[in-house]
């Protein structure tokens, strides 16, 4: 371990030394270690067991404020790659706010990103995790048929960001994902659910309520009926709140803003959407999926409040378009890997429960029942039990959204959308039978606008959060 994390050293400084040696203004030396154990089973079986280790390099040079960039996937290569980054800026446009961020004078905060669970498991034990998420949808109802993609993944990567600029981190940091699919058949109907997990720390999965989660969806929409265009109430349960506040995200970067790719631009200071919603991102939550140290350029992650009370309070940076707004960066550099330059993303992005405090419900786990789980009756629709009952019992009438589709046909850009949607209808605050093939359509800010309450379930699925929200009044087309 030691002597790995030393011949990077060596390398990340082989290639500053030499960046500089040709000349370049500045330099800059991303480099990603990772191991993974994926498992698949299926059957009560092992179906695909795949362990990996990877490593990439990046480069990035700034001369005469042009920037070049490579990378490699070979450390014995890194002088070549750097004279193939100085040679790539050649060809650059020159841009006065190219460049690479200084050491922060703030102080970097210590996260909670290393699971020595995760780092330690062995193959057995991850299995037996793995197997967890087939149980847990199989055995809660006799009419989950089969099982599709039970996959668990842990994993763990080193990231070392080095500068000519006095930026020297290396951090450690460990992943666990869960997901599955369940099919639910009576005869007359197929219905697929799926549920998923994600977090830094193992404990935080619990594999067999994920599985269950994957039935009760799969059952609960079975003999789902069409229904006539109305204008009722919408209950957004986590999952699909989560859909619609990932539209709204890419507003909320600098860079968006900047190239008039934002229907946010010019309204910091304005009052949005909904003054029940707050919108956090925060790169310091313990154990997030999003948490990190720094960002992909080495400059400290913070917590910071985007939307307070339904008002706009600030964007996401990253080193270049900061300069551009003459601001610091917000910490919010990320890369899709090593092959590419850091763009703008969020880290742990949610909507503030109500009451805030309900931070604490853990990340991805189905909250506890005041019963049991078991079969659920034929001649009766799955209770939402795992959803916010709060809600559901104040609306008279109108739709739990359970699950959205074509949320990727979203416009980022204007925010207008138009979105199929399947659920559970409601009276008298009771879930009464499944729904399907409806559409909602209309604009990002205009749904947010008509948030009527928050709940306090707050649940993330990979990096994005949100509680379940109860949406006023909406046409529903057939």
Not at 190 to 213: E, T
Not at 224 to 229: L, M, N, Q, R, T
Request: contains cysteine; charged residues 25%.
């Amino acid at each position: 371990m030691n002597n790995m994390k030393g011949f990077i050293n060596i390398t990340a400084n082989t290639a500053i030394e030499q960046a500089q040696n040709n000349g370049c203004d500045s330099a800059e030396v991303f480099i990603k270690t990772g191991k993974s154990l994926s498992v698949e089973v299926k059957d009560g079986k092992v179906e695909a067991l795949e362990a990996a280790n990877d490593i990439g390099i990046a480069v990035r040079v700034i001369k005469d404020r042009r920037q070049g960039f490579s990378f490699t996937t070979k450390p014995e290569e890194i002088k070549q790659t750097v004279e193939k980054a100085v040679e790539s800026a050649k060809w650059t446009g020159h841009d006065e706010y190219n460049g690479i961020p200084q050491k922060s004078v703030s102080e970097q905060c210590a996260v909670s990103v290393l699971d020595k669970e995760i780092e330690n498991i062995r193959e057995d034990e991850a299995i037996k995790k793995a197997l967890l998420l087939e149980k847990g949808a199989i055995e809660f109802d006799s009419r989950i048929k089969k099982i599709r993609k039970a996959v668990a993944i842990f994993s763990t990567a080193d990231t070392t960001i080095l500068n000519s600029k006095g930026i020297n981190i290396s951090y450690k940091s460990s992943s666990v994902t869960a997901h599955v699919g369940a099919l639910a058949s009576d005869g007359n109907d197929n219905q697929m659910g799926w549920d998923l997990g994600g977090s830094r720390k193992l404990s935080d999965i619990d594999f067999n309520a994920i599985g269950v989660n994957a039935g009760r969806r799969a059952v609960e929409l079975l003999g789902a009926k069409k229904i006539s265009p109305v204008k009722i109430s919408i209950v957004l349960d986590q999952y699909t709140a989560c859909n619609f506040l990932g539209i709204l995200s890419a507003s909320l970067s600098a860079e968006a803003v900047q190239k008039k790719r934002s229907l946010l631009a010019g309204k910091i200071g304005k009052s949005i959407i909904s003054p029940l919603i707050n919108v956090i991102d925060d790169g310091i939550m313990p154990w997030g999926v999003g948490t990190r140290p720094v960002d992909d350029e080495g400059v400290p992650t913070s917590k910071k409040s985007l939307i307070s009370k339904g008002t706009l309070a600030g964007f996401i940076y990253n080193t270049y378009s900061a300069r551009r707004d003459g601001v610091v960066s917000t910490g919010n550099a990320m890369r899709e890997s090593f092959k590419s330059l850091p763009g703008i993303d969020i880290t742990n992005f949610y909507i503030e429960p109500n009451p805030p405090t309900s931070l604490v419900i853990a990340r991805d786990e189905v909250p506890k029942q005041s019963h049991s789980f078991g079969a659920v009756p034929e001649d009766e629709i799955a209770s939402p039990s795992v959803r916010n009952d709060r809600l559901v019992k104040s609306v008279s009438k109108g739709i739990i959204v359970i699950d959205v589709m074509g949320v990727h046909t979203a416009n980022p850009i204007s925010g207008d959308f138009s979105i199929g949607i399947s659920g559970l209808w409601i009276e008298s605050g009771k879930a009464v039978y499944p729904v399907k093939e409806a559409i909602i359509s209309g604009n990002i800010l205009d749904l947010f606008k008509k948030v009527e309450a928050v709940g306090d379930d707050l649940r993330f699925y990979g990096n994005i959060g949100s509680p379940s929200l109860l949406i006023g009044k909406m046409d529903v087309s057939a």
